[in-house]
């Protein structure tokens, strides 16, 4: 199973980026999938999930309203549209196949930072 995150980079606060997973060596659209993020000196924290056909998802708080997780199964793809940007959003971006309630599979991760 292979993971990998991209679109990350530097932004100005109230900007945008949006990040992207491709995943290949599993059934993608039987899996539900996430994403969690560390930010510097802090511990994992879970961000967003999606269900495998993409209908229903779920946002920490802290997102909600700025955030939009989307996922393409024909193109074992997810994304994660993040807008209006803040200072506390930097941090370590992953994407993680999600099984059991727990986060099985992850990518290697990919930098968020937000400053001016």
């Known amino acids: 199973v292979q993971l990998v995150e991209s679109g990350g980079g530097l932004v100005q606060p109230g900007g945008s980026l949006r990040l992207s997973c491709a995943a290949s060596g599993v059934t993608f659209s039987s899996y539900y999938m996430g994403w969690v993020r560390q930010a510097p000196g802090k511990g994992l924290e879970w961000v967003s999930r999606i269900y495998p056909d993409g209908t229903t998802t779920r946002y920490v708080d802290s997102v909600k309203g700025r955030f939009t997780i989307s996922r393409d199964n024909a193109k074992n793809m997810m994304y994660l549209q993040m807008n209006n940007l803040k200072s506390e959003d930097r941090a370590l971006y992953y994407c993680?196949?999600?099984?059991?309630?727990?986060?099985?599979?992850w990518g290697q991760g990919i930098q968020v930072t937000v400053s001016s």
């Open positions: 993680a196949t999600i099984k059991d309630y727990a986060f099985d599979y």
